[in-house]
């Protein structure tokens, strides 16, 4: 049987909206981490300037 690690947090990436769950890399910065990934980051909506 699989290990599920339903314990683990999870965040919704406002870029796709997907669910993404911790990782281990991001431990120490978890409350900064807002994208799912690098490209989600990339591709993150800009403000629009007046």
Do not use: I, Q
């Not at 993404?20 to 403000?47: G, H, L, M």
Request: with cysteine.
């Amino acid at each position: 049987m699989a290990h599920a690690k339903p314990h683990l947090p999870t965040k919704t990436c406002p870029c796709c909206g997907r669910p993404f769950a911790w990782r281990k890399k991001w431990a120490r910065v978890w409350d900064e981490v807002k994208y799912c990934s690098e490209r989600c980051r990339r591709t993150r909506p800009t403000k629009a300037t007046p």
